[in-house]
């Protein structure tokens, strides 16, 4: 929880050179309970720290609660 706590906080920092991302998350069954274990890739537009989301450019909204790890060239050189 912390490591994906500080990788957040280092991709709001970061977020004007637009990273390129592999979020990992969960992804709920819309029909009935459960759901599995998604990895979306892309570039995050924003960190919505109101509504505890990330954006993506294509408009995909990832609840930061549903955030199992987020992986990038960008967290390489802090946790290699």
């Excluded at 280092?10 to 459960?34: N, S, Y």
């Excluded at 505890?52 to 609840?63: A, F, H, N, Q, Y």
């Amino acid at each position: 929880k912390a490591e994906l706590d500080e990788k957040l906080r280092l991709l709001a920092e970061v977020i004007e050179d637009r990273p390129e991302v592999a979020i990992t998350c969960f992804l709920p069954d819309r029909r009935k309970a459960g759901g599995e274990y998604v990895t979306v890739s892309g570039t995050v537009k924003r960190v919505d720290n109101v509504q505890r989301e990330l954006v993506m450019t294509d408009g995909t909204r990832i609840p930061v609660e549903d955030i199992l790890d987020v992986a990038g060239d960008l967290f390489k050189i802090f946790y290699s």
